[in-house]
């Protein structure tokens, strides 16, 4: 898949740059690209100054390149598809889910660089769903999605 994910990159003319953590320890990664002739970019490429058609990755990211860059390509194509930031970040990690639920080395990527939008725990009943059949990518964002939110309930009250 790295392979895969390297000739995209640069068939797309798409450059992946490594950064100081304390540059982007907010996001971990970020980018603005040209995605089938529209820019596609979050407001966090504004704040950092990312230039056209390339990727950030935190330095501390190496090792866990394959997964990131896949997710980030997900988003990337979801957002073209007219999904806001938050969608198009949940509906990129069901698909990680989908291909790497298996991988403990993926598992090992949230426990060392945890992601608020969607907790560890999250990740988890995901992928239990997704052992014991479940598919339907819907059915699976809007549990990402619920679990999530239920997270962030809990965080607000103390919890």
């Known amino acids: 898949m790295a392979n895969d994910v390297s000739v995209l990159l640069r068939e797309l003319g798409w450059r992946v740059r490594y950064v100081l953590h304390r540059v982007i320890e907010d ?5 603005r690209v040209v995605y089938r002739g529209r820019v596609i970019a979050p407001p966090a490429a504004d704040r950092l100054g990312i230039p056209l058609n390339e990727i950030w990755l935190s330095e501390r990211l190496r090792g866990f390149e394959k997964y990131v860059l896949f997710h980030e390509l997900r988003e990337i194509m979801y957002r073209y598809q007219g ?3 938050d969608e198009a970040h949940l509906l990129a990690r069901v698909d990680e889910a989908l291909v790497f639920c298996s991988d403990q080395r993926w598992i ?3 426990r060392r660089f945890p992601d608020s939008t969607a907790p ?7 992928c239990n ?12 964002y809007r549990m990402l999605a619920e679990c999530a939110d239920r997270q962030v309930l809990r965080r607000g009250h103390g919890s």
């Open 83 to 85: 999904h806001d930031v």
């Open 27 to 31: 996001y971990n990664a970020c980018y």
């Open 120 to 126: 560890l725990r999250c990740i988890q009943e995901l």
């Open 108 to 110: 090992e990527y949230f």
């Open 129 to 140: 769903a997704i052992s014991r059949g479940a598919s339907d990518r819907e059915v699976l």
